[in-house]
Structure formats: structure tokens, C-alpha cells
């Protein structure tokens, strides 16, 4: 399989951001990481930035989670 081939799977999978998916993408990276990132430095570096910023949003949207359920309970 080709390299770009393989960064757009793992960009698709970034971009639903579920737990299943996670797990493949974990699974994809500690089989074939090492080999992407001699193929294509720039694509995994796209990877991190794109993974970086879906955790930044899911980590503000279950904070918002958070203040709206303590003030439903206070």
C-alpha cells in the first residue's frame, strides 16, 4: 500500500474521533508508524497536528459537559 494512501485512512479515521476508531488508529500506527514516517515525514506531521487539535476540542467540549451537568444539579 502506498503511503498517501495510508495517511488519508488514518486523516478519515481522525475525523469521527470515536473510540473504535482510536483503537485502529493505534493499532495502524505501532504496525506501520516507523514506515509512514520515513515515507512521508510531512503527512505525519499533519497526523499529530490534526490529532492535537480534535483531543483540544473534545477536551473543551467535556468541559462544557461538565459545567452543564453541575449546574443542572445545583
Known amino acids: 500500500m502506498s503511503s498517501s494512501l495510508l495517511t488519508d485512512l488514518i486523516k478519515c479515521l481522525l475525523t469521527s474521533f470515536l473510540e473504535s476508531?482510536?483503537?485502529?488508529?493505534?493499532?495502524m500506527l505501532h504496525n506501520i508508524g516507523?514506515?509512514?514516517?520515513k515515507a512521508d515525514p510531512?503527512?505525519?506531521?499533519?497526523?499529530?497536528?490534526?490529532?492535537?487539535?480534535?483531543?483540544?476540542?473534545?477536551?473543551?467540549?467535556l468541559k462544557l459537559m461538565e459545567s452543564t451537568n453541575s449546574a443542572e444539579y445545583a
Open 21 to 27: 476508531d482510536i483503537e485502529v488508529l493505534i493499532f
Open 34 to 37: 516507523l514506515q509512514l514516517r
Open 42 to 61: 510531512v503527512a505525519i506531521q499533519d497526523i499529530i497536528q490534526i490529532t492535537e487539535q480534535r483531543k483540544n476540542n473534545f477536551a473543551v467540549e
